[in-house]
């Protein structure tokens, strides 16, 4: 067990340009979830997924967002057209449905638009 | 909203104890009390869970107050590598609502050497 791991773990990027991050969860861990994290805030909440269903999605997560965990292992967040205000930490959990569904975290992908 | 309250910042010298408080006063019956920790460009680092009973592991104690509104956090022999942001998050088990966790702003805790 190696715990939940980011890629990358820095991205810088330019106004208007696609990014992609990707998370490997806990092995076995059937839940994922995507977090962000801006400057002195908590980490807020976007979306996670059960095995590959993506079960919730929270309004930070604009269309310009968009998830996926095609075979229930890993995951990718992509941002498309990022802006400025995308700059953030990205951080990614993942838990096992059972008993009461703890959250591990990774290191998280930090996010720079220029 | 976060549904918990905590201050913003305490010190505490190293080897003494740290006590951490917390208020969830809107706390609901089947809703559990975790704490993570942050250390400063990681990510949250899960510390320990209760519902009503005080509990203890490796890293801390949990004292969970019996009207359960709040509870504190102990770190017994706190260690200059225990300083981080300190977060109390309130919430229902898997199932039982929204499973993404509800974090404040936490309490930054500064162990002075």
């Known amino acids: 067990d190696t715990g939940v791991s980011q890629d990358p773990r820095h991205k810088i990027t330019k106004r208007g340009q696609n990014v992609t991050f990707r998370c490997d969860p806990i092995?076995?861990?059937?839940?994922l979830y995507w977090y962000r994290q801006t400057l002195g805030q908590g980490p807020e909440f976007l979306t996670y997924?059960?095995?590959?269903?993506?079960?919730?999605k929270s309004r930070l997560l604009s269309d310009r967002f968009s998830a996926e965990r095609p075979k229930g292992s890993f995951s990718t967040l992509e941002i498309q057209r990022t802006e400025q205000g995308d700059s953030a930490m990205y951080l990614c959990?993942?838990?096992?449905?059972?008993?009461?569904?703890?959250?591990?975290f990774g290191p998280g992908t930090r996010l720079t638009v220029l | 909203d976060a549904k918990t309250t905590q201050p913003p910042s305490m010190d505490c010298a190293e080897g003494r104890a740290a006590n951490l408080p917390c208020n969830h006063s809107?706390?609901?019956?089947?809703?559990?009390v975790y704490w993570y920790r942050q250390i400063h460009s990681q990510g949250p680092q899960y510390i320990i869970h209760?519902?009503?009973n005080n509990e203890t592991n490796e890293m801390a104690s949990l004292i969970i107050t019996e009207d359960r509104k709040s509870s504190t956090l102990i770190l017994p022999h706190a260690t200059l590598r225990d300083t981080a942001v300190y977060y109390c998050?309130?919430?229902?088990?898997?199932?039982?609502?929204?499973?993404?966790?509800?974090f404040g702003k936490g309490t930054h805790l500064i162990i002075q050497p």
């Open positions: 959990a993942s838990s096992l449905t059972s008993g009461l569904d703890t959250q591990y």
């Open positions: 092995s076995e861990h059937n839940r």
């Open positions: 997924f059960q095995n590959e269903a993506q079960l919730e």
């Open positions: 809107t706390i609901s019956g089947n809703e559990y």
């Open positions: 209760g519902l009503k």
């Open positions: 998050i309130v919430r229902v088990p898997p199932g039982g609502g929204a499973d993404g966790l509800t």
